[in-house]
């Protein structure tokens, strides 16, 4: 499974759509196997979703995110959780082992 973590410098960035990359995570039976990162190509209404649906993601890990994006993610498949921080890898690492905290509640 490919997870994308909206990230500022490999930390969770505040807000999805304005982080300055995506760092993807490949992963398997609980494992992190590869990891690469993406430039963000560009903020644009519905944009996103598409992209990196394109990508193979099937989970976006942000800080915040609006409620029309989380919906367009759902649209295409992709599990939303927000209101994560700290270290991509190690947020990674706790949704893996079940102890991110799921949530897909809107920026505020």
Sequence with gaps: MKIAVASDNRAV???FGYCR???IFETEEAQIT???TVANPGHRPGFLPKFLQGLGIKVIIS???G????QLFQEEGIQVVTGAEGSAEEVVQEYLQKKLPISSDPCR
Excluded: D
């Design 63 to 65: 800080g915040g995110m």
């Design 34 to 36: 590869a990891v690469k």
């Design 21 to 23: 990359e995506f760092s």
């Design 67 to 70: 409620q029309n994006a989380i």
């Design 13 to 15: 960035a505040a807000h």
